[in-house]
């Protein structure tokens, strides 16, 4: 206690009135972080999905980010030296991340635009696309190394799955009283200090993967309340993926459905169960739902009923976008222009002078990275799924919310939803992808020395 107390009054001569209270909230989250690495893990995934008040967001390269990730490094350092652990220098994924960075420099490197062509477009920070990318490896990096146990597993699930689950749903209230940033379309909105996905496509995404995810906790809760509960939850955030009018979504909740009839078999209660879920849905989507967000749900590649239909802009827009991506990469196809770099060569080589994103997620690949890493990002996809089922066939089936293999089963549903939604939206980039690839390694991992204890 002496030395607290003389710390904060240090920090509160050195750095003005009132430092001793930060001084001491971050001796405290230090020492929380050092002796629970998992609730690092979900401070660190908690800044990409919900908004820090101004105060404790930092500037510049101090952030709460950046912070972690220092104090992340000197534990994995001591972790090494301690345990002679270097699990990562053998990890498939590890190596595909690496490769897939790799990618990006020498394509930066031998590909890439000048420095001064830059300054066509405004200013920008060439380097900021790649220190992400960097960012979401090390994370993917610190997550497999300190999350090890079940019960750690099972707490950085169920908060992200609850954080994900909020964004969805405070965009839900957007949409419905029109104050969404795209009027009556459900998207990021901060509500309470809940930070949305950024756009309708992201809220449409944390919803799917929040579907998923609750339809298998439901199987284990014994509670009638709580499965009644839980019904009506993924009701609303099905009836969010709606009302984001977001036709990449739908294309994404239709996978995730299929997915789930698929895995769990086809038995009359379970089609009892979904045609239940399904009717209620419908009928409340025809009462919230306005009428141009189903309309413009609707009209899809061919099926539009006039030039003038709620979204047939923006479908012109993405063929012409394709167009343009499918040039970028015809000449560029081994080598790409290197990470950040589309915005730059898009506007060099689009007539119209654009810089709007692929909205999809391999032609960015290849356009940025060359076809190498589009294949690796492939491969992480394949090494995903594959480290998620043979988790799922070691581990015991699950009977309790305590058990392992529903997330599991909600983390192999997550992963195909993101595969399908990515062919039309810009999301290899996101958090939640490295969070499922941590989450499959840590998994199996566990699964498989589990099944060599017991054999």
């Not at 993967?209 to 339809?215: R, T």
């Amino acid at each position: 206690m002496a030395f607290v107390a003389l710390f904060a009054v240090v920090a509160d001569v050195a750095l003005g009135t009132g430092a001793w209270f930060f001084a001491i909230t971050g001796l405290m989250l230090v020492t929380l972080v050092v002796t629970r690495p998992e609730i690092g893990i979900v401070l660190f995934l908690s800044t990409f999905l919900v908004t820090y008040p101004q105060a404790l967001q930092g500037s510049g390269f101090l952030t709460i980010n950046n912070m972690l990730g220092l104090l992340f490094l000197v534990l994995l350092a001591y972790r090494i030296r301690a345990r002679d652990d270097w699990w990562f220098l053998r990890s498939r994924e590890m190596q595909l991340l690496l490769f897939i960075a790799l990618c990006y420099a020498v394509s930066e490197m031998f590909n890439g635009p000048e420095s001064r062509l830059a300054e066509l477009i405004g200013p920008t920070e060439r380097n900021i696309a790649a220190r992400l990318y960097l960012n979401r490896v090390a994370f993917v990096l610190f997550f497999a190394t300190f999350i090890r146990t079940p019960a750690q597993m099972r707490l950085v699930y169920l908060l992200v799955i609850a954080m994900m689950v909020m964004s969805a749903l405070s965009g839900l209230q957007g949409g419905l009283t029109s104050g969404g940033l795209y009027g009556s379309r459900a998207s990021s909105v901060v509500q309470g200090g809940i930070a949305q996905a950024g756009n309708p496509n992201r809220v449409a995404m944390y919803a799917i993967i929040c579907i998923g995810a609750l339809w298998y906790l439901r199987r284990q809760v014994r509670s009638r309340v709580g499965q009644i509960s839980l019904l009506g939850l993924i009701v609303l955030l099905a009836i969010t993926v709606m009302m984001t009018a977001s036709r990449s979504g739908m294309l994404g909740l239709f996978a995730c459905v299929a997915f789930i009839v698929i895995e769990e078999g086809v038995s009359l209660r379970r089609l009892l169960a979904l045609g239940l879920v399904g009717v209620v849905t419908a009928a409340l989507v025809l009462q919230v739902v306005p009428e141009k967000n189903l309309e413009r749900l609707g009209n899809l590649p061919g099926s539009a009923a006039s030039t003038g239909a709620v979204g047939t802009g923006s479908l012109e827009r993405r063929a012409y976008t394709f167009e343009v991506g499918y040039e970028i990469v015809r000449d560029n196809l081994l080598l790409g222009v290197g990470a950040g770099n589309w915005e730059i060569v898009r506007f060099i080589n689009d007539p119209a002078r654009s810089t709007a994103p692929p909205h999809s997620s391999p032609i960015l690949a290849m356009a940025e990275g060359g076809i190498f890493c589009l294949l690796s990002f492939v491969a992480l996809f394949w090494c995903t799924f594959q480290n998620l089922s043979v988790a799922q066939q070691l581990l015991p089936p699950a009977r309790r919310v305590r058990d392992l293999n529903w997330i599991v089963s909600g983390a192999r549903t997550g992963v195909i939803a993101i595969a399908v939604f990515s062919l039309v939206a810009d999301l290899w980039q996101s958090i939640v992808l490295f969070w499922l690839v941590g989450l499959g390694i840590v998994v199996r991992r566990y699964a498989e020395a589990r099944s060599r204890a017991m054999s």
